[in-house]
């Protein structure tokens, strides 16, 4: 079953797929072809062209924002012989500040100065100068934290304006434009540059301030399990003094057994904590070394670090420890049929943290989502079921695949909907008002398809059904 419904949906994702592309093409086409029309109508000068080649040029030369600048002000002198000057917004301070003119050059950042001129969205004039406002790239502007309400960068002054044609002004118009673009560009480079390095320093911080330190809760963990052990080998010779003291003195003896068995009782909690904050332990710290290990941030995506795992004794189960009292909460059936696949039949080969967070999403999303519903019979039921079965053949001759079947009840998912319901920041219809991001499928579909398996969802009669399927080791 799970064979054919890939394929149905594999079939149904290709001309899909193609569709998208087969419009893109034709929408990249027709976008030339108006270019080639524009530019026959523009009728620029052969000057004009050359400046045009020549910013294009060097601006894709060099990639410092600073020499985009010397560049911008050094072509309308050299081809046009203009003066000009940049005014750049300052995204700290949001000022408008003089960088750079075709005079002086590059202005020091400790000299700048705000600048007088008005930001408007159209070109002005001065008392002797044309001012011309930089517009950033629009499909870009919420990638920059102070264009979110206006797409211009900064202003292009232009002197003088004294025999400034229609056609000269047209030109230089569009000649910001391009400046405006290639800054936009250089500014998101640099701002992924500086993120790049917040996010290296931040991994270190993490290694430093928590990594580390959580391994001392470790130690702490042993020190009282030792203790335990000492008190109850204490409670032991306590209870053996009792027999020889009651013959002696009964009300002694009688004083003594109490507190023998207030002892026994605190020693009782105090091993029922220690078991519950172990746990706990072992979950947070497999999923912070997982989540925050260095590599992912170095590489830009999650790496693995594989090991033979069984998943129900190692993942399943103790997670189990932690939902069953939430499921009992919420008054949830479980329907458990691991049992039909052995242990000793399964070797998967995976990153142990990042799979024990599939799971812990899966169950995470049963909690919030799973809803009651009325069988053929009349019984209303709120259930999940889950369950594993083999593939032979799945991913190719003599690489079976491992299939992990997830039922939650519920309203049935659309087609559409359980095609999308993998990416980020999907959420169905049916997800209502619970809180939620649309991130913890995409999680999974992520670390899934890195293991080289695949993901899916397939809506049923009476809710749906999420699997995900791995290569199994031979």
Known sequence: MAESTLSTLNAEEKPRSESIFQNLGSIIYDRVKDKKEKYRHYNLERVQEEAF?????????????????????????????????LH?????????????????????PEKRVQSGLNILEHPYE?????????RGNEALTQLIPFLSKSPILGLFEICPKEGMDTKRRFFLEKFTNRIGFNLHQKMLIQQNINHLKFINQLVSDIEHNVISPNMYYRLFL???????VTYGQAQERLGNLLGSVKDLDEGLSRELSEICQCIQRNNQSLEEDWKALSK?????????????????????????????????????????????????????????????????????????????????????????????????????????????????????????????????????LSMEESRKIFEEGYRAASAGKERGTGHGLSFVKNVVEIHGGRVGCEPQKFGNLFYFILPLKG
């Open 53 to 85: 080649a020549t910013f294009f040029d060097l601006a894709q030369e060099y990639t410092s924002i600073d020499v985009l600048y010397l560049i911008s002000v050094a072509v309308p002198k050299e081809f046009l012989g203009l003066e000009s000057a």
């Open 88 to 108: 750049i917004l300052d995204f700290k301070t949001s000022r408008l500040e003089k960088v750079c003119d075709s005079v002086q050059g590059l202005i020091p």
């Open 126 to 134: 001065t008392h002797n100068c044309m001012i011309f406002p930089i």
């Open 222 to 228: 042993i020190r009282l399990k030792k203790s335990l």
């Open 280 to 412: 706990h332990y072992e979950h947070t710290s497999l999923f912070l070394e997982t989540l925050l290990r260095r590599d992912h941030f170095e590489k830009g995506t999650y790496v693995l670090r594989r090991q033979v795992c069984n998943f129900r004794a190692e993942i399943i189960e103790p997670l189990l420890e932690r939902y069953i009292p939430i499921f009992e909460k919420k008054k949830i059936m479980i329907d458990n049929l691991l049992e039909s696949v052995p242990d000793e039949e399964v070797t998967l080969f995976v990153d142990k943290g990042l799979i024990s967070q599939v799971f812990d999403n899966l169950f995470s999303n049963a909690v919030k989502y799973v809803q009651q519903v009325e069988d053929e019979l009349g019984n209303k039921i709120k259930l999940l079921s889950y369950n594993r079965q083999i593939l032979k053949d799945f991913f190719g001759k003599g690489i079976n695949g491992f299939r992990f079947n997830f039922f939650t009840t519920g309203k049935p």
